[in-house]
């Protein structure tokens, strides 16, 4: 854990234990939001509380309603990213070093899976192998993006999200891709004239854009959400397919 996330708890702990309204689950959920969008776009180490209260459109005092400290800041927008259920709103949410590494490693293995591509390892190559992963690559990097931006905006930061997502579920699927392209070369459909290690991750990248940053483009393609898949796994097929 990056020291400089690390608040004063001296300082915390009266604004923790103050009396004050009743918590709502609404207004975590609405922090768990908000923490999620200023870690994703800042980082554990630039991300202020009063961002976070900003965009949760609540006062800096109130967070400390339901966080006991910055830290935990980082356990309900994991959550919120998630999609999991968040802690009850009872008591302010205190930071916990073992339940953020589990709270991670249920992440990775409950939203970020590969099916489709898992099994075009384990069995001999088809003309829709290909088409099939692509379309699976793009739709879970659409559906989880939220959680994808997460990790690997506070990765480079907390060292249990670099070690599990870095250096695990980002890094295997890397290596997986590319190695289902390498048999599908191998069986006549995807092209061996280009250099598959830059090809796979070239091809990876660009549906990386499109499935997650171009909604948050300021000046993003005149197209619909259908249009740019279609399109993305259209160019990602040409560029790869022997065809070409």
């Not at 004050?20 to 999620?36: H, N, T, V, Y």
């Not at 994991?78 to 953020?100: I, Q």
């Amino acid at each position: 854990m990056n020291e400089s996330f690390i608040q004063d708890k001296q300082k915390m702990r009266p604004t923790a234990t103050r009396a004050g309204p009743k918590r709502a689950p609404a207004k975590l959920a609405a922090i768990a939001r908000a923490s999620r969008q200023v870690l994703s776009a800042n980082g554990p180490r630039l991300t202020q509380v009063a961002d976070v209260a900003r965009g949760a459109g609540v006062a800096s005092g109130t967070v400390y309603l339901y966080v006991a400290e910055k830290e935990a800041l980082l356990e309900i927008a994991l959550l919120s990213a998630a999609r999991f259920d968040l802690p009850e709103a009872t008591t302010p949410v205190t930071f916990n070093a073992a339940r953020l590494r589990k709270t991670t490693a249920r992440a990775l293995q409950e939203r970020l899976t590969w099916p489709l591509l898992e099994a075009a390892l384990r069995h001999p190559p088809q003309p829709q192998t290909l088409r099939a992963v692509l379309e699976e690559t793009y739709d879970l990097l659409r559906r989880e993006r939220e959680l994808i931006a997460l990790l690997d905006r506070c990765s480079a930061e907390i060292k249990v999200m670099e070690q599990l997502f870095i250096k695990g579920a980002r890094r295997r699927f890397f290596m997986e891709f590319e190695t289902c392209l390498r048999r599908l070369a191998d069986a006549g459909y995807v092209r061996r004239d280009i250099d598959l290690a830059a090809a796979s991750r070239a091809a990876i990248e660009m549906l990386v854009w499109m499935a997650m940053r171009r909604p948050g483009d300021p000046d993003p393609p005149h197209c619909n959400k259908e249009a740019a898949r279609t399109a993305s796994i259209a160019f990602a097929l040409a560029g790869l397919s022997r065809a070409c």
